[in-house]
């Protein structure tokens, strides 16, 4: 049977200064309030597959969108550790923050790094009040996690450029209203395959731009096709350098790869199984340990992260390896909690609604941002080891 709402259980954290506690206390508050009053219910995953743009909305209100965005530029002005708490007590109580993960994470930064003057102040403000829904155009059919295989074009032309081809994976682009696209700029040299790759400003709503689901084993929506036939891009919505696509693009990485969410996607079932071993309902089980253990662990190397961040310092090769292991962990939680319940019913419904969405997700833990056997290469090449 379901049991009423209860307090967020959060991982142990690293040592914290005072605005940092400060801060995690007062979103804890608001998130507890929350789920006491109804207004979500925490799910597994939920920075992919649950959206509500009113709960983004009112993030933005209260300060907790564009954190590291200057305040010139409708931001926060704020720091990547006081992001980071804002963003781990979402993720560990299952919040539905899918409106904005993609915008406030990566494209955001990636915009304060690129991006031109007008750029910023024509997209960074509405950013931060939760009002722009972005997604990301990298993966195509038949790649995998090779970018530099991509074989969209674009094509210049008088005040801009033509965009055709496809991009798949597209998280929330039925919903988002425009993404980043990755596109070859020049014609291939099988020699050098990084170069000629530039990054666009696409509106999702564009003449040319068709919009397909991908629909999930489960029955969900959050995955797309997206086809370009043509799509004119003008000048002012190309982001960066004309060439330099592949630089700007594993640099916007290192945000997408290293975030809580890479080993928080399956906290809420690790969360109610302990709670379920306290209550009875299943056997207290010593494997609980190991993996809070490893999610702490991961706490802490995300934390690293976000300090490097800060200092503005090379994190690539960090953020590869919170990716490699906390996918792998969220993965390990699910089939940790199904072993558990596999004796026999057990009556939790939250339980096994949880886990039901947990398993069906997990294919997409290890893939998403790169797969693990792309992401060793990488940790491997920023260790010099190939």
Not at 44 to 50: A, E, G, H, N, Q
Not at 58 to 85: A, S
Not at 181 to 190: E, F, I, N, Q, V
Not at 308 to 336: F, R, S
Request: hydrophobic letters at 40%; proline letters at 5%; aromatic letters at 6%.
């Amino acid at each position: 049977m379901a049991r009423e709402p209860r307090p967020p259980i959060v991982p142990p954290v690293v040592v914290e200064g005072e605005v940092l506690r400060g801060l995690r206390l007062e979103v804890r508050q608001f998130l507890a309030e929350q789920i006491e009053s109804g207004r979500f219910t925490p799910h597994v995953d939920t920075w992919l597959t649950r959206w509500d743009r009113d709960f983004t909305r009112e993030l933005g209100r209260r300060g907790w969108l564009g954190m590291v965005i200057p305040e010139e530029y409708g931001g926060q002005g704020r720091t990547y550790l006081e992001r980071f708490v804002v963003t781990e007590e979402l993720l560990v109580v299952g919040a539905p923050v899918a409106a904005h993960w993609v915008a406030e994470r990566q494209i955001g930064p990636s915009l304060l790094r690129f991006g031109t003057e007008e750029q910023k102040r024509h997209f960074l403000p509405r950013i931060s009040r939760g009002d722009l829904v972005f997604g990301i155009g990298m993966s195509e059919p038949d790649s995998g996690s090779d970018l530099a295989s991509v074989r969209t074009r674009a094509q210049q032309v008088d005040g801009g450029w033509r965009l055709t081809g496809t991009k798949v994976w597209t998280s929330g682009a039925h919903e988002a209203d425009a993404f980043f696209a990755l596109a070859r700029s020049a014609p291939l040299d099988p020699a050098h395959r990084h170069q000629g790759l530039s990054q666009f400003i696409v509106d999702l709503r564009a003449p040319g731009v068709e919009i397909r689901p991908i629909i999930s084993m489960g029955g969900d929506h959050h995955f797309n096709e997206v086809h370009l036939d043509g799509v004119l891009v003008p000048d002012d919505r190309v982001l960066g350098t004309i060439g330099e696509g592949w630089q700007q693009v594993t640099s916007e990485l290192g945000f997408e790869r290293s975030g809580p969410e890479r080993y928080l996607s399956t906290f809420q079932l690790l969360a109610a199984a302990a709670e379920a071993m306290e209550g009875g309902v299943l056997p207290l089980d010593p494997g609980l340990g190991r993996h809070v253990a490893r999610v702490a662990a991961l706490h802490q190397m995300s934390f690293a992260v976000s300090t490097a961040l800060e200092a503005h310092a090379d994190a690539d090769t960090a953020a590869a390896a919170v990716k490699v292991l906390g996918t792998t962990t969220e993965g390990d939680i699910a089939d940790y909690v199904d072993t558990l319940t596999a004796t026999g019913w057990i009556e939790d419904e939250e339980l096994h609604t949880l886990l039901h969405a947990a398993i069906l997700q997990r294919p997409g833990f290890t893939l998403r941002g790169g797969t693990n056997e792309i992401l060793r290469g990488v940790i491997a090449r920023g260790l010099g080891m190939r």
